[in-house]
């Protein structure tokens, strides 16, 4: 049997916005940076196959620019360290995933919440 589900344009935009509200969060509080690279893996996944295709796409880009990022920073982040010596060289890691990050994030949150979403209706399967 099919049913028939309402996914509200407030329920889509939130879902575009998601992963990038929670990873500049999560850069901006350091503490939560570690929880967030494992927690971001479900969310990236729960939304990934969205129904609405830009919802898809933001989170698409939220997740090439976060994970790119932090990606960098495991390659680059030893002979940053190394560089800068003690705390600095944390710091410095820090802020280079912050300038990445923190501004493409706001702006896509921005930008999600000034498009025009739509109501859309899909419709599911039950297993009755």
Do not use: C
């Amino acid at each position: 049997m099919k049913v028939k589900k309402l996914i509200t344009a407030e329920q889509s935009r939130f879902s575009a916005q998601m992963f990038n509200i929670a990873s500049v969060t999560a850069t901006l509080i350091p503490p939560l940076l570690m929880i967030w690279i494992a927690a971001s893996i479900f969310v990236y996944a729960s939304i990934a196959h969205h129904p609405n295709p830009r919802t898809a796409e933001y989170n698409r880009f939220s997740g090439y620019r976060f994970y790119g990022a932090a990606g960098a920073m495991m390659v680059f982040g030893q002979p940053i360290y190394v560089l800068f010596g003690n705390w600095h060289g944390l710091v410095a890691i820090w802020a280079i995933l912050a300038i990445v990050v923190v501004p493409w994030g706001l702006w896509s949150i921005y930008k999600a919440g000034h498009e025009e979403w739509q109501d859309m209706t899909i419709e599911v399967d039950t297993n009755e």
